[in-house]
């Protein structure tokens, strides 16, 4: 038995697939199939049941799949600690992330990140929404994601790093646009369009808490910036309610009012993680950086000393 074996059937127990599994590792179907032939004689017991090209655990290769999970996690962690003795992280992170922290806040982190620990490490981003992004992260096809705080992902730790303001959308000669603010309230007697986001999303659920409390009612929706701006533009009337972000900037003959009734923090931006997933040290350098990562909304960041410490415990 060796380690490329165990490797190799860490790959397969996953993705349940040889020639998808052949894939991921880089090496020929035959050799994969191969070395777990040998790996069950070896063992003496069966470890998959076959089903064409895909397999299962059987009861013993589940039992050998947390065996081996537990002791190649550790080897992994080891080898990373050994190359880390300069501060200089190595690995890859993949990062979902919804697209409005990316015009400041998110290059500003990773700027500072990278200025710290230097350019070893591999950084892919992944942008979608919310819901998409955690459920992507259940699956580990992300080790982190920047997200809305949701209600009810057992498992799944948020962690507040950025708030975002919420914002009236409107043409520039819109009757409301004279006023440098206004409150939701001041719309309840008006016959004004609402447009803003899905009910059924994060940011929809919280504006539509406020609409309900000013007795107000959603008129069109949206998932995102750009396509609430096209809606708001299509409608001279409109009052978008939207969130403060790059999605909205395409739209020049559109201009932003701030709500008086509404917190600046109206929105926060979570970094959001598994809790009891294995993590390598890249991983968690990152966690903690971005927990101490402080940033202005323009070019100025900082990060407290302590997000140099050793682990998240």
Request: aromatic share 8%.
């Amino acid at each position: 038995m060796n380690l490329s074996q165990l490797y190799y059937f860490r790959t397969l127990a996953r993705i349940q697939h040889y020639t998808k599994a052949a894939e991921e590792l880089y090496i020929a179907q035959s050799t994969l199939s191969n070395a777990m032939a040998n790996l069950e004689r070896e063992l003496g017991v069966p470890i998959f049941t076959h089903k064409g090209r895909t397999v299962e655990l059987t009861k013993y290769g589940r039992e050998f799949e947390a065996a081996v999970n537990e002791s190649l996690n550790a080897l992994d962690k080891g080898i990373e600690r050994a190359r880390e003795q300069a501060q200089k992280l190595t690995g890859t992170i993949d990062i979902g992330t919804v697209y409005t922290v990316q015009d400041g806040y998110l290059p500003a982190l990773l700027r500072a990140y990278r200025k710290r620990y230097g350019d070893g490490l591999s950084i892919n981003l992944f942008q979608g929404l919310t819901l998409p992004l955690l459920e992507d992260l259940e699956r580990d096809r992300y080790e982190l994601a920047f997200t809305a705080r949701v209600e009810n992902r057992p498992g799944i730790a948020f962690l507040p790093v950025v708030s975002q303001s919420l914002v009236a959308l409107l043409h520039a000669d819109h009757p409301l646009a004279a006023q440098t603010t206004f409150a939701l309230a001041d719309l309840a007697d008006q016959d004004y369009p609402i447009i803003t986001y899905r009910p059924s999303t994060p940011i929809g659920t919280e504006v539509k808490a406020l609409l309900d409390d000013a007795g107000l009612k959603m008129t069109a929706c949206a998932d995102d910036e750009i396509s609430l701006g096209a809606l708001i533009d299509a409608e001279p009337l409109a009052v978008g309610l939207v969130l403060d972000t790059l999605g909205i900037t395409p739209f020049t003959n559109l201009v932003v009012r701030p709500l008086a009734d509404v917190p600046a923090d109206f929105h926060p931006v979570c970094l959001a993680y598994k809790e009891h997933a294995f993590k390598t040290r890249a991983v968690e350098t990152f966690i903690e950086f971005t927990t101490a990562f402080t940033w202005d909304g323009e070019a100025n960041a900082s990060c407290s000393p302590n997000a140099e410490s050793d682990s998240l415990a």
